[in-house]
């Protein structure tokens, strides 16, 4: 795939989860605009004198026990919070419509970008309410394929999610993960392509890892934890690199590579398409990374070929000894060089920095594509194999690209196209001819021509100008009243760009706006305007996130009684600090399976420690201060009115822990100044997101729209 490899996108993805609220004052007459509720009787959180010592100041933790996932106490928690919220959610009479209405729009046929290996060709199809998607395979993209693996039959409830893949160079074999319930952890099998059946193969003990296989598809590579006395992965240790060969049992696999001496660093290899080299991605955090190789052919130790920590580095190809590297070295927009790993020392650009963000790049058919985002908008650009400009790829119009994957003796590849209101279509593309097919159009039984879609810019609150997403249906009236999402995540590297959702589809149908903005912290504009989101700079993501908020109802979208704000993971962070720095300014909040507690987050494991390079770590005085600053469940004040929050977790998220939001959710029950409801939905068989059935997705959005209906004073749906 041409998306950039970049290790972040292990954890975190933005994601939809939707949210509503009761209205706030209008700004315009100071007058209450409200809907009448009921204070709701929440249930006993018990609250603990427990206090931690910063640099000399004490800090409450009153909701430390909740941290003990697995206690009685903490279960039962959960159970009265969900006996809270579930009746109160069904019980709005629009959440059945929304159901309906949603899952009608879901049954479409749908398709991902194939790929080829050997002479067959893969690719997943749903045929429209289908849980998890099913991966085909064909020997011609004429032709209908047959299944190769429906996870659909995983579990009678669809939560045991196909969550990897990886295809044998010969296609003969496909080796596949599972997740359960959502969980992180993931088990691997091989599957017999020809005659659909599983080998003996069973790997267990895994995250984030992937799957690199011999070129003889002999074997595998693969990361692991070691095993913990419980007998399962010890996901506060560091993985080793494994080679795996094939139908044999798992604890013969042999160590081939480890860091013993460096416990917070993550290896992760794949070999090289010719098979001749092992490379190896080393990772902490999100900000640099170190890549080293080994040359299988000639043997020998690993080298360690970039090892200065000072940026990040990408292998996206080789041409024998000449290694292709995508990096932000002296490039905070991003360029290709290329190293001859025989003289390391000698960088050539091979595709120079450019004015616009070089978000992914891609070797296939010994020409280079290369994915930039031009305002967060995706544009494609061919290059020859010294970087020389062979054409610009005509897409269907402004949105987001995905594929242009493929070997280096293909002249084929794919990509899809999708946007706001473009449902999707996947394109064949010769990369030597720049002869571009429509292989499949995705319909959605909507009018994509009832809606429109503008990118304004504002100002947030030290002048910098931000970008901004806006859909709605075509005519919108600027009266000030209009119910409005704004949508964030502002993080990690990672861009907001166009896309087609379902639930924001239905969620524009009922009448409302929808607004996207590509907060500091991403990754829309350079490694310079993520690090400007980052440690002591986050403050900049929530004032970008507030300035938005300020800015559609300066130009007259909405008011804070019609005004949504919602995110997921680093989004709910983003959510979090939001409502509780400006209550007023918002009707209705949804974080979603959020980091909340920024004081503890690098506590639950060494993956969340990672996150550090964005966060910080409250163990350094200055980062301690500024995490003091914002972090959500440290800054609600009592009596405060806040805005209706309906915060949303799963008890198996294993990467965002869910005692962030149960504490979050204690600390608004406990503080909160007026009858705007705090709600706490808990799913039961979900982790962070990945892997969802379509059922369950169904369920939380109608949940969301129904509350967002409520609280907003929707009149549509």
């Known amino acids: 795939m041409i998306e950039r490899a970049h290790p972040f996108r292990r954890l975190f993805v933005p994601f939809l989860v939707l949210a509503s609220a009761a ?36 800090v409450q933790d009153p909701y430390r026990w909740m941290e003990d996932l697995d206690s009685p106490e903490v279960a039962a928690w959960v159970q009265a919070q969900n006996e809270l919220a579930q009746p109160y959610l069904e019980g709005i009479d629009a959440r059945e419509r929304f159901k309906r209405r949603l899952t009608e729009l879901w049954d479409y046929e749908r398709f991902t970008t194939p790929f080829r290996e050997g002479d067959r060709y893969f690719y997943f199809r749903n045929d429209g309410l289908q849980d998890q998607n099913v991966l085909y395979v064909t020997e011609s993209l004429d032709r209908e394929g047959r299944v190769l693996i429906d996870p659909n039959g995983f579990s009678q409830d669809a939560t045991v999610a196909l969550a990897g893949l990886s295809v044998s160079p010969d296609g003969r074999y496909v080796a596949y993960a599972r997740s359960d319930g959502g969980s992180d952890w993931r088990t691997w099998h091989v599957r017999d392509v020809a005659g659909g059946q599983d080998l003996v193969d069973f790997i267990d003990f895994t995250k984030f890892t992937d799957v690199s296989w011999d070129r003889d598809a002999s074997g595998f590579y693969y990361s692991r934890y070691p095993v913990g006395a419980d007998g399962r992965g010890d996901g506060q240790a560091q993985v080793s690199v494994f080679h795996h060969a094939l139908e044999t049992p798992q604890d013969q696999d042999r160590e081939v590579f480890a860091l013993p001496d460096q416990p917070r660093w993550n290896p992760y290899a794949s070999v090289s398409e010719d098979g001749r080299y092992l490379v190896i991605t080393v990772s902490e955090g999100f900000s640099e990374n170190a890549l080293y190789y080994r040359d299988l052919r000639g043997g020998g130790p690993v080298v360690r070929l970039l090892d200065e920590w000072d940026a990040l580095y990408t292998f996206v190809g080789n041409d024998g000894p000449r290694f292709f590297i995508q990096t932000n070295k002296d490039a905070p927009r991003w360029r290709v060089v290329a190293i001859d ?9 091979v595709i120079p920095e450019a004015d616009e963000t070089l978000q992914a790049a891609s070797y296939v058919g010994g020409r280079f594509a290369a994915h930039y985002l031009v305002d967060a908008r995706s544009e494609i650009r061919i290059l020859d194999g010294d970087g020389a400009p062979v054409r610009t790829v005509g897409l269907p119009g402004i949105g987001s690209v995905s594929g242009f994957g493929g070997h280096a003796d293909d002249s084929e590849t794919f990509y899809s196209f999708t946007s706001f209101t473009n449902p999707g279509e996947v394109h064949r593309y010769d990369v030597e001819t720049g002869d571009d097919e429509l292989w499949k159009r995705v319909a959605v039984d909507f009018d994509p021509n009832a809606f429109e879609t503008t990118q304004v810019f504002y100002e947030s609150a030290d002048g910098t100008r931000v970008s901004m997403f806006i859909t709605h249906r075509r005519g919108l009236v600027l009266s000030g009243e209009n119910p409005t999402l704004l949508y964030g995540y502002g993080g990690f590297n990672i861009s907001l760009t166009p896309a087609f959702d379902v639930g924001r589809l239905v969620w524009m149908e009922a009448g409302g706006v929808l607004a996207i903005p590509n907060l500091r912290g991403g990754g829309e504009y350079g490694e310079a305007w993520h690090e400007a989101g980052t440690k002591l700079r986050k403050q900049n993501v929530f004032d970008d996130f507030i300035a938005a908020a300020e800015w559609l109802m300066n130009q007259g979208y909405t008011y804070p009684a019609r005004l949504a704000i919602q995110g997921g993971s680093n989004g709910g962070l ?27 987050y690098h506590t639950a494991s060494l993956n969340a420690r990672s996150w550090s390079s964005d966060y910080g770590l409250s163990e350094n005085a200055d980062e301690y201060r500024a995490l003091r600053a914002y972090s959500p469940v440290h800054n609600v004040q009592d009596g405060v009115c806040h805005p209706a929050t309906l915060i949303t977790t799963a008890d198996h998220d294993d990467r965002v822990v869910p005692w962030h939001s149960f504490k979050f959710g ?22 962070h997101g990945a892997g969802k059935p379509t059922w369950m997705r169904i369920e939380e959005i109608a949940d969301a729209w129904a509350f967002l209906h409520r609280h907003l004073r929707m009149e549509g749906m």
């Open 341 to 349: 790993v025989r003289r390391p020392g000698t960088w050539t650009d």
């Open 666 to 687: 204690a600390s608004l029950q406990h503080a909160q100044g007026c009858d705007r409801p705090i709600l706490v939905r808990v799913e039961t068989r979900a982790g």
């Open 574 to 600: 983003l959510v979090g600090a939001s409502l509780i720095q400006r209550p007023e300014l918002f009707g209705a909040a949804l974080p979603a399976v959020g980091v909340l507690d920024m004081l503890r």
């Open 23 to 58: 209205g706030c004052d209008r700004a315009d007459s100071g007058e209450p605009d409200v809907v009448p509720d009921v204070r709701l009787t929440y249930p006993e959180s018990p609250r603990a004198d427990h206090r931690d010592e910063y640099f000399g100041e004490s």
